[in-house]
């Protein structure tokens, strides 16, 4: 299955490093459409064409974090998986992007091709059950639902 991802950093270095990374991980073949903030990201976003986000949290003109909530706050949007991929480690941020937010996980930059491919495993695996039709999008987990998971 082909998914549809869009990569959002504002260094074009990291989009590449992540697009490398999700390659080799060989979950999934990856079409991917790269923004450099927040706000190019919206511009480019819609629901339909979207299977999973990766979005940074510290960017100019729109920070990931309120782009996530723009996004979770459009209807449609439950299915689409979003991934915070960011260099931000503290609690406090990883619980506001897990459990008010709105994002499906949180990996912390710098990460390795095998972190990577655990996290997302389970998350490729539920869009690929709903694509077939087997399984429809769950309610969010939280941050301390994913502690306890790890």
Request: glycine share 6%; charged share 25%.
């Amino acid at each position: 299955m082909k998914l549809r991802a869009l990569v959002m950093d504002d260094s074009r270095i990291m989009r590449k490093m992540v697009m490398e990374s999700l390659m080799q991980t060989q979950l999934a073949d990856f079409a991917f459409t790269e923004a450099m903030d927040g706000t190019e990201g919206l511009s480019k976003f819609d629901a339909a064409q979207f299977d999973i986000l990766f979005v940074d949290w510290n960017m100019p003109n729109m920070s990931g974090i309120d782009f996530v909530r723009k996004i979770r706050s459009m209807p449609g949007t439950r299915r689409i998986a979003i991934i915070m991929v960011t260099s931000e480690k503290t609690m406090g941020k990883v619980m506001d992007a897990l459990d008010n937010a709105g994002a499906n996980e949180y990996i912390c930059k710098p990460f390795t091709v095998e972190e990577l491919g655990r996290k997302l495993k389970p998350i490729i695996q539920g869009i690929q059950a709903m694509a077939a039709g087997q399984a429809k999008p769950e309610k969010q987990s939280g941050f301390f639902s994913k502690l306890v998971s790890q």
